[in-house]
């Protein structure tokens, strides 16, 4: 006898039983945003912000529309209160806003494990990856940044200087071309700017050892990183972020590569020609001495983690220098009696006609040079916000714990029009004059560096590259600002460059560009 199959009927929701359960659904939203205002006021205590934020969105919204407008509002929401605090909501995480300069002090102070961990970006550590200096705390970051003072000595400092003068110039070559030999229109300068840093930044930091396709990838993968630095968080296939994740692991990987090629040429005797070169070769020494003591190998030596470590150079160097180079270029041209103090300081101690690059020598004795490029430095920080999460509850002030988990972000740039007389006024005398000293006066409002045991490592090495910029620019290329209505407002790229990108007019100056 066949089997006979039995249809069981499946109940369908019904209209009644959907209105039936809409009450519950209601009430469990209601809750939910019950709980998450509270929990946000429990938090916030006696702070400025928001009286009711948006459900796990909070203001994030606001942020990446108008992140100039929304930092502006918590700048103006912590000065109007006397605290030099502001909270607000972004993402799930309750955040702390830092105005005031002693406070953002205390934080850099104190980076460690029970206190605060610098995270660079408010999702930083899922797309920078693990390899990753700024994460680091103690003893064992302590000891990374021993090993790595060899790539800023003078000697190295010296041999990255003709490098970028080489390719300052390459570059300045092409933006000459571009602007018709002075017959052509204006144009925005960030994004060469950008593509010069990186070519500075390739050069400098792997030389030799990043070439042909491998460098067009790498500028590809990097470009997508900083797409990805703008983008909502969205860790999904297709999505900016996903894809700035994964361009950084081929970046640390590619890196990581360039650490082996450079240890084996530093194993055969090679001299050190770029950034890498001078840092394998004091860890090559390291590793030999613990391989003739019976010690494994010391810490943080492998290739890939290395690699992870200069994309934090790469990183650093690439968007704030970019940011820096094109505030100088608008402050020279809105200053024309600083541009002619830099172009005689220049030209008494450099010619174009030399057929040589600049030495460290000379740049050193170009003070009032230097000068210019701490203020511009000051006046319009790079970076102006250096982000950080609460690892534990820390007593910030008499009054204020910030709360586990916490992310909070001291402005440097705010402290940057702390303290400093005629903050507002870029003025190069306040660190080249010798009776004003502001520079010692007002050193703790000055945090375009940071503080503490994460200071920027390589400032030397940024600050000389702002001022081989300028001496480069000033001497080969005459300029013109093309002035429009708020052409120079801050806005996040994702460092702060002029709204406009720096548009300018170009022409060629000397009569021969150099050539060594």
Same mark, same amino acid.
């Given at each position: ?39 946000? /006021? ?36 912590? #000065? ?22 002693? &406070? ?12 605060? *961990? ?12 693990? /390899? ?9 970051? #302590? !000891? ?27 570059? &300045?070559?092409?933006? &000459? !071309? ?56 969205? !860790? ?45 070769? !004091? ?95 000051? /006046? ?7 982000? /950080? ?6 007593? &910030? ?67 000389? *590259? ?51």
């Amino acid at each position: 006898m066949a089997a006979q199959s039995l249809s069981v009927p499946v109940p369908m929701p019904s209209s009644l039983d959907l209105r039936a359960a809409a009450p519950f659904l209601v009430a469990a939203v209601a809750l939910y945003f019950l709980m998450e205002q509270v929990s946000y /006021h429990r938090k916030k205590g006696p702070l400025p912000g928001p009286a009711l934020v948006v459900p796990f969105l909070g203001s994030v919204a606001h942020m990446i529309r108008d992140p100039t407008g929304f930092w502006d509002a918590q700048a103006a929401r912590a #000065k109007r209160s006397g605290a030099g605090l502001a909270a607000d909501f972004l993402v799930g995480r309750f955040v702390v806003f830092i105005r005031d300069s002693e &406070l953002s002090h205390r934080v850099f102070a104190n980076v460690r494990p029970d206190a605060f *961990h610098l995270i660079g970006h408010p999702f930083g550590k899922k797309l920078f990856g693990d /390899h990753n200096l700024i994460y680091m705390f103690g003893e064992d970051h #302590k !000891d990374l940044r021993r090993r790595i003072a060899p790539n800023f000595t003078p000697r190295a400092l010296s041999t990255y200087a003709a490098l970028q003068q080489r390719v300052i110039l390459a570059h &300045l070559r092409r933006w &000459l !071309d571009r602007s018709g030999g002075g017959g052509g229109g204006a144009f925005p300068i960030r994004v060469p700017c950008r593509d010069m840093n990186l070519e500075t930044s390739q050069t400098v930091f792997v030389g030799p050892y990043l070439a042909g396709e491998a460098r067009r990838r790498f500028e590809r993968d990097y470009n997508l990183f900083n797409v990805g630095l703008m983008a909502l968080p969205i !860790d999904l296939p297709c999505f900016a972020f996903r894809r700035a994740r994964e361009g950084v692991a081929r970046l640390v990987r590619t890196l990581g590569e360039c650490a082996r090629q450079s240890k084996a040429r530093m194993r055969a005797g090679g001299e050190p020609e770029c950034l890498v070169d001078f840092w394998m070769q !004091d860890t090559l020494r390291e590793m030999d001495e613990a391989a003739a003591a019976g010690r494994p190998p010391p810490a943080h030596t492998d290739d890939e983690e290395i690699g992870g470590f200069m994309f934090d150079f790469l990183f650093a160097a690439q968007d704030a220098s970019t940011s820096s180079l094109c505030w100088a270029v608008s402050a020279l041209d809105s200053h024309p009696e600083v541009l002619a103090r830099v172009r005689a300081e220049v030209s008494a101690a450099w010619s174009p006609d030399s057929g040589e690059p600049m030495t460290a020598e000379t740049i050193q004795g170009m003070r009032y040079t230097q000068a210019v490029a701490r203020e511009v430095v000051r /006046h319009r920080p790079p970076a102006t916000l250096v982000p /950080h999460i609460a690892g534990e509850a820390f007593q &910030l002030t008499e009054w204020y714990t910030v709360p586990k988990g916490a992310i909070v972000f001291p402005s440097v740039y705010e402290s940057s029009f702390q303290g400093f007389p005629d903050a507002e006024a870029f003025d190069p005398e306040r660190f080249f004059s010798e009776a004003r000293r502001e520079d010692v006066a007002y050193r703790r409002n000055f945090l375009a560096f940071g503080a503490g045991p994460h200071q920027c490592v390589g400032q030397r090495y940024a600050l000389n *590259h702002l001022v081989l910029f300028m001496a480069l620019f000033v001497s080969v290329v005459d300029f013109r600002r093309e002035r429009t209505p708020g052409c120079d407002d801050p806005v996040y790229m994702p460092t702060i460059v002029p709204k406009d990108g720096c548009s300018v007019y170009l022409k060629q100056r000397c009569a021969k560009l150099p050539s060594f």
